[in-house]
């Protein structure tokens, strides 16, 4: 499964910050350990999405029409997805398509001896797709918003204390059609003693830049929902709210409701959708821009900093006061110590300012983002300078470990031992 961002461990300070805190309380092992949370996002790489297809199949056993149903998926999803990006339907060999489905998503389905009913989702390769039906594959995105999901029900207000049906509408959600590049924590490890109800009421602009920071985001959204029971089992009322920023700005607010409690997977799905809508509104209108009191403060440049020119200089000591630009860097993942050790290795060079998996494959290709500080073409050359191998210009590098050749014309040892 790909995750939708892992992050940089937490420096001393936070951590001693966060003990001193709830040693008063007697109650850090408690929270960070009990308790039934943590909800792993969904893959968030992009990838064009078709919803609700249905097929319904006879075969001679239940595999073969469970088989057949998902090609004729296919088929129909390919059809739907180029009538809405250019307007007119196509058609491709099954062949063809298996190439381009990169996933399924079966979201009702009645198996049968042989007959099989479904409704399902296909997604397709952007890139893939893209290129086949004609269509740019570039889309508006924000700045990372790091996403704390605050869900009051019966008076209560959570975040991550515990897993809370809101938590987990977000966490399914695809957001890699969203024009919103969001941030979605999990709810393990420090997450419930860090982004909660109370740091939600916080104004500070320094202890939210320290969290945000943390997350590699650069400003914060708080989508709440507010659920009332109308009785046990009966029906269940959500008004929802898409807010941004440390000050808790309102930016909309809608009322939804279902019959039974059974329908509040579906409420809340909605809601993630209609909240996810108001934010990519808020962003082209321009309203939703990151606090520039969450940006760090510059640091001073000395008066007397004189420029040798030689390239060591330049690369070991770069301007701390250039413009930060994030850089997709794509890396092999085969295993998880390979994650921590690129991102420790990308993080050692000088004008990181941070280096997050943005979306994770083990055994296969990861994508990497980072902030730096300066000229990408710098960041390519430091990274070159220790013996990696980079592909690609601009913010979108590609990088290998150098291979170990070698010499040509090194001569076989054929001497024994003994």
């Known amino acids: 499964m790909t995750l939708s961002r892992l992050r940089p461990p937490f420096p001393a300070r936070l951590y001693a910050a966060v003990a001193l805190a709830a040693l008063a309380t007697g109650v850090v092992v408690a929270q960070i350990e009990g308790g039934d949370r943590g909800v792993a996002p969904v893959d968030s790489a992009g990838a064009y999405e078709v919803d609700g297809v249905a097929v319904d199949v006879s075969a001679s056993t239940a595999d073969a029409a469970r088989y057949a149903g998902w090609r004729i998926a296919q088929r129909k999803a390919w059809t739907q997805l180029a009538q809405r990006l250019t307007g007119s339907g196509s058609t491709l060999a099954d062949g063809a398509l298996d190439g381009l489905v990169s996933g399924i998503v079966v979201q009702d389905e009645q198996i049968g001896p042989t007959r099989y009913i479904a409704k399902l989702g296909v997604l397709f390769d952007r890139a893939r797709a893209g290129s086949i039906l004609g269509v740019t594959t570039y889309s508006l995105r924000s700045p990372p918003m790091l996403v704390v999901p605050v869900q009051w029900s019966g008076g209560v207000g959570q975040v991550f204390e515990q897993r809370t049906a809101w938590q987990q509408a977000w966490a399914r959600y695809r957001t890699g059609n969203s024009a919103i590049d969001y941030i979605r924590p999990s709810g393990t490890g420090p997450d419930s003693l860090l982004l909660t109800v109370g740091q939600v009421g916080r104004r500070g602009r320094a202890w939210w830049r320290t969290l945000i920071n943390q997350y590699g985001a650069s400003d914060v959204l708080i989508p709440t929902v507010r659920l009332y029971r109308q009785w046990p089992g009966g029906p269940v ?99 998880p110590g390979a994650v921590s050790a690129t991102e420790a290795l990308v993080r050692s060079i000088t004008g990181v300012r941070s280096a997050v998996t943005a979306s994770l494959a083990l055994g296969g290709t990861s994508v990497m983002r980072v902030a730096f500080a300066g000229d990408p073409d710098l960041l390519k050359a430091q990274l070159e300078a220790r013996g990696l191998q980079v592909f690609g210009s601009g913010t979108t590098l590609r990088i290998r470990r150098a291979p170990q050749l070698l010499p040509p014309d090194l001569s076989p040892d054929n001497s024994t031992v003994g």
């Open 237 to 335: 009322i959500g008004v929802f709210e898409a807010r941004h920023g440390p000050d808790n700005d309102l930016l909309t607010s809608f009322t939804l409701r279902v019959g039974n409690a059974d329908g509040l997977p579906q409420l809340l799905d909605t809601g993630v959708k209609r909240i996810d809508d108001a934010y990519q509104d808020a962003l082209r209108s321009g309203l939703l821009h990151p606090d520039m009191a969450l940006s760090p403060p510059p640091s001073a440049t000395p008066d007397n900093a004189t420029d040798d020119g030689g390239l060591d200089n330049l690369m070991d000591a770069p301007d701390e006061t250039a413009a930060v630009t994030q850089v997709g860097i794509q890396y092999d993942t085969p295993t």
